[in-house]
């Protein structure tokens, strides 16, 4: 299976992308070095391989819970650019409908 220029041209339109024509030789002979490479793979023999979610056995080391003392609030506004007593002030990202 090979692709076309006329294919990788296709792809870029649809990625909303612009190449130039050096470019999209290129990459055309990118993507068919890389079917090339699965057309190897899929030489394998792989019936007896379980599939795996991840290529690297790795576990979760996962650490005890502890209580810790919270920052007071006031400490943690002392750096706040704007604050009140209790809040950090930021400015308003959401619009109120109709407006």
Known sequence: MAVTKKEVEKIAELAK???SESELE???H???DILKYMEKLNELNTENVEPL???IESTNVFREDELKQSIKTKDALRNAPLADENYFIVPKVIKEKGK
């Open 17 to 19: 992308l612009k190449f």
């Open 30 to 32: 990118q993507m068919n």
């Open 53 to 55: 979610s991840h290529p």
């Open 26 to 28: 290129d990459f055309t």
